[in-house]
């Protein structure tokens, strides 16, 4: 368990972590446009951009929302919701024929 | 001043990460309705023939490097570096004001193309969807000027550094969601 004075910043990353995400950011969004412009990549489109906007949103989260730093319990927070919208989004896309089981 | 809870975390905090897990449900219902529609059209502009690649990576860009600044806005306050922290909180600002102006510039373009909000499902769901990503961003932009006001007069430091971390996860949550829609929306058309 932490406490609110950790909670406040005490154990966020430096200034040199920051620059180093955002470079990693900058360069997955590159390859992102890329692969968009790049017809071979066509069939790998989808999973291809999926795992990269997956590793963005991780990190974005992870570094600047610090919670690779801060208490389990904001992970807690924050994934439940975003497990159960993603739940719903899938439910979803099955309900209406987007996505097809056995198709 | 802290606000800690029984848990021993700050309740601000707390209260925080718990608004942002509902937006997870807001938006996520918001891009399932764009998903569910999407190709449902039965009169254009379609999303191939009219969104445009090149506009939306450079905005993609500036949310990102404003997410950067809005860190080093943090990191500055914490060490009670104002100058530092007034500088970067008006980039963050400058930065929502600059993504705005690439949503103005991108909605009217449409309109003029022929893709209203009553036009077909995909102007109503993509217009529904950017729009309300782009009212949270006007929102970010008001609280961080407010803040940029606030370090000016003197009442931010490193004593409420909270309030900008606050401010901050909100700013990268808005982030996150642009990663999700600039993929999802743009690139997996």
Known sequence: MESATHTEGSGHPTAGTYLRVFAVLFVITVVEVGVFYVPAFKPLLAPVLLTLSAAKFALVVMFYMHLKQDSKFFTFVFGGPLLLASAVMIGLLFLFGVFVLGG | MTHATSMGLD???????????????????????????????????????????????????????????????????????????????????????????????????????????????????????????????????????????????????????????????????????????FTLVYLLQ
């Open chain 2, 11 to 181: 309740s601000r905090k707390l209260a925080f990460w718990t608004f942002i897990g509902s937006e997870c449900l807001l938006f996520g219902s918001l891009i399932s309705t764009y998903l569910v529609y999407k190709g449902q059209s039965v009169v254009g502009p379609y999303p191939h023939e009219i969104l445009n690649i090149p506009v939306t990576s450079l905005s993609t860009f500036d949310l990102l490097a404003s997410s950067l600044w809005m860190v080093l806005a943090l990191a500055a306050v914490q060490r009670g570096d104002m100058k530092w922290a007034k500088i970067w909180l008006l980039g963050v600002a400058i930065g929502g004001l600059i993504f705005l102006g690439f949503q103005v510039y991108e909605f009217t373009s449409f309109v003029h193309e022929g893709l209203t909000l009553q036009r077909n499902l995909f102007g109503a769901s993509f217009f529904l969807l950017t729009g309300t990503h782009g009212a949270h961003v006007a929102v970010g932009v008001i609280w961080m000027l407010t803040l940029w006001v606030q370090a000016l007069r003197g009442r931010l430091g490193p004593q409420n550094a909270i309030t900008v971390e606050i401010a901050g996860l909100y700013w990268h949550f808005v982030d996150v969601v642009w990663i999700i829609i």
